[in-house]
């Protein structure tokens, strides 16, 4: 059979020759095409002529499949089977039985609000599911997993995401400040002005090289000021140990400041009213936008948000405590283990 010849076999053809190869007649594979028993003579000849075997010859009064026949069957049975569950109608997905991974991309400020929930609702409805939550990469790694598809969604507040994405707003909250008590805005009242917020030293999760990223620094070069960053954290959850061992100034979300103030002593005060509010959304590449599973994560993530909304009021659990917490809470210095204080 040569190139041409595997170029003219298109799937009506495969068909025919399957239907052939199984009926063993030409007459009962002409009814079953509803075409006429000349006309499927006709496309065994020229199906004889491509393979260069007779593919059905006599046996007494019936037709049998030759040994170049019987290869043929089985691997159109596998091909024909391949295609028809790669192009037919897009299977269902159910929660219940699926057994995939999602990867997740989730600012770090939303971890201990969001995430636990999320994991909750994903346990209780999908239990052989698993999720993979990493924190955000940078922009070109970013951008490259959502479109290779090794990232199925992205929850992020950076001031300008990308257009070229698909979005969904899930949350939107006050943005506050957090001090430790000793700090001189611990006691004052009111909100923050911008003027005394840009005279402080400022505590950030995000390195400056990315500021535009920043739901407050990116906010900030929109109004052409800059705050002074003395330190940054790879992660949220380190920043209220060295929040409570400085004066630095710690901007974050009011869902993530209320939950630290549960643990630690600090003051939580309400950011200077310029930089607005932080929004949260959700982003995925097209290429994973019609996909059943993910239509259903989408909705997952959709749900909790929803459900956050509706309980913004809500006392959220405080963050375990530590020995070193404890140690912070008392106005100790952490001590080495094994040490007595």
């Not at 006309?39 to 170049?68: C, E, I, Y």
Request: hydrophobic fraction near 40%; include cysteine.
């Amino acid at each position: 059979m040569t190139a041409h010849d595997i170029g003219s076999l298109d799937v009506r053809l495969m068909r025919t020759l399957l239907l052939l190869l199984t009926e063993c007649s030409v007459s009962r594979t002409a009814d079953f095409l509803g075409q006429a028993q000349p006309t499927v003579s006709l496309t065994l000849k020229r199906l004889r002529d491509m393979f260069n075997d007779p593919l059905l010859v006599r046996s007494g009064s019936a037709l049998v499949p030759t040994d170049r026949g019987l290869a043929l069957r089985e691997a159109l049975e596998g091909i024909l089977h391949q295609i028809d569950s790669s192009l037919g109608e897009r299977a269902r997905f159910d929660p219940k039985t699926a057994e995939t991974k999602f990867r997740i991309v989730a600012t770090n400020c939303l971890g201990t609000v969001f995430l636990p929930p999320l994991v909750s609702s994903l346990a209780e409805l999908a239990p052989h599911i698993s999720l993979d939550v990493s924190p955000m990469p940078d922009e070109h790694d970013l951008l490259s997993g959502l479109a290779d598809g090794t990232i199925d969604a992205v929850i992020g507040n950076w001031p300008r995401p990308p257009q070229h994405l698909r979005l969904s707003p899930i949350l939107t909250t006050d943005i506050v400040c957090l001090v430790r008590p000793n700090h001189r805005f611990a006691g004052r009242r009111g909100r923050i002005t911008l003027a005394d917020y840009l005279k402080e030293n400022h505590l950030s999760p995000t390195s400056e090289r990315h500021a535009h990223l920043s739901p407050i620094d990116g906010r900030l070069i929109e109004l052409g000021k800059k705050r002074r960053i003395r330190a940054t954290v790879p992660e949220y959850a380190i920043a209220p140990y060295v929040l409570a061992q400085s004066d630095l100034v710690f901007t974050t979300g009011r869902h993530f400041a209320e939950q630290v103030a549960q643990t630690f002593p600090f003051a939580v005060l309400d950011a200077p009213e310029e930089l607005g509010r932080m929004h949260f959304y959700m982003l995925w590449h097209d290429r994973k936008h019609h996909s059943p599973a993910q239509i259903w994560l989408r909705g997952m993530i959709k749900t909790v948000a929803a459900r956050m909304r509706a309980l913004e009021d809500m006392v959220l659990p405080p963050l375990p405590p530590s020995p070193l917490d404890e140690a912070l809470i008392c106005g100790h210095e952490p001590m080495p283990s094994g040490k007595a204080i």
